[in-house]
Nanobody, 119 residues
Framework: QLQLVESGGGLVQPGGSLRLSCAAS????????MGWYRQAPGKQRELVAA???????NYKESVKGRFTISRDNAKNGVVLQMNSLEPGDTAVYSC?????????????WGKGTLVTVSS
């Protein structure tokens, strides 16, 4: 069964760090691009960071210099290293990927993992 499995969320104090991981499981031919979105209570979902198969990276302006996205090709996954976390980073973070299947590219979403930044 195809799915994106996330891990690494939790509670952290302001200024702390967390590392989110996402891996695609199942039979896939490849991955076009992967990324992380987040949604805070009462707010719209927003792109945090994304990386293409060619390595092009895009970050939300407010996380530049604090967050780093990277591919884990061995695990068909993506990692988001989050440093200098702020209360405004509190949200449910969801992994997103365009998986290449026999029938073509298909969008997949993980279930989400909660990140809470609070003292």
């Amino acid at each position: 069964q195809l799915q994106l499995v996330e891990s690494g969320g939790g509670l952290v104090q302001p200024g702390g760090s967390l590392r989110l991981s996402c891996a695609a499981s199942g039979s896939i031919l490849g991955i076009n691009h992967m990324g992380w979105y987040r949604q805070a209570p009462g707010k719209q979902r927003e792109l945090v960071a994304a990386i293409t198969s060619g390595g092009t990276i895009n970050y939300k302006e407010s996380v530049k210099g604090r967050f780093t996205i990277s591919r884990d090709n061995a695990k068909n996954g993506v990692v988001l290293q989050m440093n200098s976390l702020e209360p405004g980073d509190t949200a449910v973070y969801s992994c997103y990927a365009v998986l290449v299947l026999h029938r073509g590219p298909v969008d997949y979403w993980g279930k989400g993992t909660l990140v809470t930044v609070s003292s």
